[in-house]
């Protein structure tokens, strides 16, 4: 029998489910994964995991499809195909695990555990509640607590990816640098372009060889980041590679995106530019040392907005070049005394 955990969403979120997959995984059971198509490559590399089934949830998804008929019925063929023994369905604190339930319970799910507020009916067979604010890493992991899965000995409960990770050294050099991921799903999440170039030349001054790394999609921001002064990592790695180039980093410097929790998953400590839209003390970037940078109490706070809802982007805008270099060099000092 399979155990299933459905994750649905970006590849941070993904990547924050890690430590409660491989506390089911340690129960001795096959473990497949549901995930969303923006993160089901990084359910592929979570240790513990033996399948990934892909299915864009459109009640998840920033960019919804339309519901159609046929296209759930194969999901529920497709669980049912599957006949998992029991089922975790791992959301933020802001979405509804409903709707999957009632999908797994129409595939024959027997056992189906959940974080809900809302009455589930017969949709759930554990209904989890969590107090206060936990990070998403600790809530998703108290669900699998409450299922009867725990850790194995010596897990520490941070996030990982499975090893080996690719050779890059062609496209990196030598070891020492730091990388700078300036994009973000959401564009209020990300640090204003000119002071992400002001950022590499300033690091570039301070003695760091800068690396700018990017989706194919982002050559033209990454470019632009970079100019004479880094090196346009842009569209030249997969996730596997980009996660390589991240484990050699002195320090990454990046909004709160999937790559930031890549580099937390890797054990790279992380300058995260955060946007208070979602809290950070949720998701930070998780396990790692951190310099946690922008006002946390901006008029956006806690809007979950895609797009910056105030003028002059204020929470990340206030954020210079050398408190970039700073925490970068903060972090150093903290990696030499460990």
């Known amino acids: 029998m399979t155990a299933l955990v459905v994750r649905q969403d970006n590849l941070g979120d993904v990547l924050l489910a890690g430590p409660a997959v491989r506390a089911v995984a340690a129960a001795g059971e096959p473990v497949a994964v549901l995930a969303g198509p923006r993160g089901a490559a990084a359910a592929g590399m979570l240790p513990?995991?033996?399948?990934?089934?892909?299915?864009?949830?459109?009640?998840?998804?920033?960019e919804p499809p339309p519901v159609h008929r046929d296209d759930v019925r194969a999901?529920?063929?497709?669980?049912?195909?599957?006949?998992?023994?029991?089922?975790?369905?791992?959301?933020?604190?802001?979405?509804?695990?409903?709707?999957?339930?009632?999908?797994?319970?129409?595939?024959?799910?027997?056992?189906?555990?959940?974080?809900?507020?809302?009455?589930?009916?017969?949709?759930?067979?554990?209904?989890?509640?969590?107090?206060?604010?936990?990070?998403?890493?600790?809530?998703?992991?108290?669900?699998?607590?409450?299922?009867?899965?725990?850790?194995?000995?010596?897990?520490?409960?941070?996030?990982?990816i499975e090893g080996p990770l690719p050779d890059v050294s062609g496209l990196v050099?030598?070891?020492?640098?730091?990388?700078?991921?300036?994009?973000?799903?959401?564009?209020?999440?990300?640090?204003?372009?000119?002071?992400?170039?002001?950022?590499v030349a300033r690091l570039s001054d301070a003695g760091h060889r800068v690396l700018v790394t990017g989706a194919a999609a982002d050559r033209e921001l990454t470019a632009a980041v970079a100019g004479d002064r880094g090196a346009d990592l842009g569209g030249a790695t997969d996730l596997r590679e980009l996660a390589a180039?991240?484990?050699?980093?002195?320090?990454?410097?990046?909004?709160?995106?999937?790559?930031?929790?890549?580099?937390?998953?890797?054990?790279?400590?992380?300058?995260?530019?955060?946007?208070?839209?979602?809290?950070?003390a949720r998701w930070a970037p998780y396990g790692v040392p951190t310099v946690l940078?922008?006002?946390?109490?901006?008029?956006?706070?806690?809007?979950?907005?895609?797009?910056?809802?105030?003028?002059?982007?204020?929470?990340?805008?206030g954020v210079g070049a050398g408190d970039v270099v700073a925490a970068v060099r903060r972090l150093g000092a903290v990696r030499r005394a460990a």
Do not use: K
């Not at 513990?48 to 920033?62: Q, S």
């Not at 030598?174 to 950022?199: F, I, K, N």
């Open 75 to 160: 999901l529920v063929d497709e669980i049912a195909e599957l006949a998992p023994s029991r089922a975790l369905v791992l959301t933020s604190f802001h979405q509804s695990a409903l709707p999957m339930a009632l999908l797994l319970r129409l595939a024959g799910v027997e056992w189906i555990g959940a974080i809900s507020e809302d009455y589930p009916g017969s949709l759930l067979d554990l209904r989890h509640r969590v107090d206060g604010d936990p990070p998403e890493a600790e809530r998703a992991l108290s669900l699998a607590r409450a299922a009867g899965y725990a850790l194995p000995p010596g897990d520490s409960g941070r996030l990982a």
């Open 245 to 280: 180039v991240l484990a050699g980093a002195d320090a990454v410097v990046a909004p709160n995106t999937g790559p930031a929790h890549l580099a937390a998953a890797v054990g790279t400590p992380v300058v995260s530019l955060f946007a208070p839209v979602v809290p950070a």
């Open 173 to 199: 050099g030598e070891p020492g640098y730091v990388v700078l991921h300036p994009a973000a799903t959401a564009p209020a999440r990300e640090w204003p372009v000119h002071r992400c170039a002001e950022a």
């Open 48 to 62: 513990g995991v033996d399948r990934v089934l892909r299915w864009c949830a459109p009640w998840i998804d920033p």
């Open 293 to 317: 940078l922008g006002d946390q109490h901006a008029p956006c706070r806690d809007t979950r907005a895609r797009v910056c809802p105030v003028p002059g982007h204020p929470c990340l805008s």
